[in-house]
């Protein structure tokens, strides 16, 4: 996955905050099909496709210049990392079957830098306990998510559920947020492949956002027994116009992207271009941690008795 270049006002930042989380996330035992015929396999960490976030209502929020908006996200599993970085293989993977990302969290806007090139900075809204707080993945035995139509993201098992807890994040947007003026002149806003957004055009942005999340059930076919997965964190590279995937239309089968003309002018919403890898921090069972713990007493005792 390729990272992008964010201005150094604030990559500093993100990019520390990124470093303590990857420093801190453990390798996991992970099997992409559960009872599949592929094995289970250690991974360091997931590396999504390229997909797509949408920043509800976010435009009327930045000429506020304060708020709060709803951020929506999906997108499939691409590969799984070892702890060098190297591709793990996985036969079937998006040919066979899929596993997929969706989330969707509120964000407030927590200051803005109006310019020829506004900054906005955002952190998750005070209301972690929200029932629309979601990270969730699925695995689906039919390939079926469409990024351009934006179906089938949210259906077959759910095999992880988590609700973020911290979102730190910049946008840099060649948009006057005072003015109402693109500093850059819009270009078309799907670039993948053929223009299936005739018509709508882009301004141009780029960021990134940090997202902790605390995992409150995972599935044990896909992660595996004996480990139980507290958290995970998702680094995300964001940008607009979209040249590595299709623009989707609707998120979760059924909502809009109402970018209006030009997208991330003309709104209310902003759908911005997204790729992001995920890692996780696991601990073992409770039933393991005590096993762990009665094998070391025993061993304890077995050294006692041969000193005795």
């Known amino acids: 996955m390729q990272t992008k270049?964010?201005?150094?006002?604030?990559?500093?930042?993100?990019?520390?905050?990124a470093l303590s989380q990857a420093a801190?996330?453990?390798?996991?035992?992970?099997?992409?099909?559960?009872?599949?015929?592929?094995?289970?396999?250690?991974?360091?960490?997931?590396?999504?496709?390229?997909?797509n976030s949408l920043n509800q209502?976010?435009?009327?929020?930045?000429?506020?210049?304060?708020?709060?908006?709803?951020?929506?996200?999906?997108?499939?599993?691409?590969?799984?990392l070892d702890t060098n970085g190297n591709v793990i293989p996985v036969p079937g993977l998006n040919?066979?079957?899929?596993?997929?990302?969706v989330a969707q969290?509120?964000?407030?806007?927590?200051?803005?830098?109006?310019?020829?090139?506004?900054?906005t900075q955002t952190a998750l809204a005070p209301t972690p306990n929200n029932p629309t707080n979601f990270v969730r993945f699925y695995y689906d035995g039919v390939v079926n998510a469409n990024d351009l139509a934006g179906t089938g993201f949210k259906d077959g098992t759910m095999i992880l559920d988590a609700t973020a807890t911290a979102a730190?994040?910049?946008?840099?947007?060649?948009?006057?947020?005072?003015?109402?003026?693109?500093?850059?002149?819009?270009?078309?806003?799907?670039?993948?492949?053929?223009?299936?957004?005739?018509?709508?055009?882009?301004?141009?942005?780029?960021?990134?956002t940090v997202i902790d999340a605390a995992v409150g059930a995972s599935d044990s076919s896909f992660f595996i027994d004996g480990l139980n997965v507290v958290s995970l964190n998702a680094v995300t590279a964001n940008s607009e116009p979209f040249n590595k995937v299709n623009p989707s239309r609707f998120f979760?089968?059924?909502?809009?992207?109402?970018?209006?003309?030009?997208?991330?002018?003309?709104g209310p919403d902003i759908l911005v271009q997204t790729d992001a890898s995920v890692s996780f921090v696991v601990v073992p069972e409770p039933a393991s941690v005590a096993m762990m713990a009665l094998s070391?007493?025993?061993?304890?005792?077995?050294?006692?008795?041969?000193?005795?």
């Open 5 to 17: 270049t964010i201005a150094s006002l604030f990559g500093a930042t993100l990019a520390s905050a």
């Open 24 to 51: 801190s996330a453990s390798l996991l035992m992970f099997d992409p099909d559960g009872a599949g015929p592929n094995p289970a396999v250690q991974v360091a960490s997931f590396d999504l496709l390229p997909g």
């Open 168 to 208: 730190p994040g910049v946008f840099m947007e060649f948009f006057n947020v005072l003015t109402g003026s693109a500093t850059i002149p819009p270009v078309n806003l799907d670039q993948f492949g053929a223009n299936n957004w005739a018509g709508t055009t882009s301004n141009t942005g780029q960021g990134s």
């Open 95 to 101: 040919s066979s079957f899929e596993i997929t990302v």
């Open 296 to 308: 070391g007493l025993a061993m304890g005792l077995r050294i006692r008795r041969r000193k005795a």
């Open 252 to 266: 979760f089968d059924t909502i809009p992207s109402n970018v209006g003309n030009v997208n991330g002018q003309s």
């Open 105 to 119: 969290f509120d964000l407030a806007i927590t200051g803005i830098t109006p310019g020829p090139a506004s900054i």
């Open 57 to 80: 209502g976010v435009l009327t929020q930045q000429t506020a210049q304060t708020g709060v908006f709803t951020n929506l996200f999906q997108a499939k599993l691409g590969s799984l």
